[in-house]
């Protein structure tokens, strides 16, 4: 048997570290998240693993980074949820908000439905969308 080469890597003169800023909401925020993730999924973090979550969520607002996890502490199974998990059930979650009926509606009182004639049977109601949810 031959006996194992060996490779080597040569290092860039210059390394460039990627460095972005972040306001100290979104830091908070993230940290937050980080922590009720890592607790929920039995997985620490690491300094550049907060990066790595830094990076893939930037340009998120603060408090839709709190809205995707809470989210993900519902519904994900398996594994750490990814900054584009993250980003994924940000989208679901706020589309969720978007549906839910407003409470304060007094047509419907918060059920999204009203009634109304049947128009082929007018003497039978029947249940529509209310205008909040539309
Ligand atoms: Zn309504």
Request: net charge negative; with cysteine; proline share 23%.
């Given at each position: 048997m031959e006996p194992l080469g060996s490779v080597s890597f040569q290092k860039p003169k210059k390394e460039k570290k990627i460095t972005v800023k972040f306001s100290r909401e979104f830091s908070v925020a993230l940290k937050h998240s980080l922590d009720l993730l890592s607790a929920a999924f039995r997985q620490p973090f690491t300094d550049l693993g907060v990066q790595a979550y830094a990076i893939g969520l930037d340009g998120v607002k603060p408090d839709h980074i709190l809205l995707a996890t809470k989210y993900l502490l519902k519904t994900h199974r398996e594994f750490m949820p990814s900054p584009a998990q993250l980003r994924e059930a940000l989208k679901i979650a706020l589309e969720q908000i978007e549906q839910?009926?407003?409470?304060?509606?007094?047509?419907?009182g918060g059920t999204g439905f009203k009634m109304q004639a049947h128009p082929?049977?007018?003497?039978n109601n029947l249940a529509v969308r209310c205008e909040c949810r539309k």
């Open positions: 839910a009926p407003t409470p304060a509606c007094e047509v419907c082929d049977n007018p003497e």
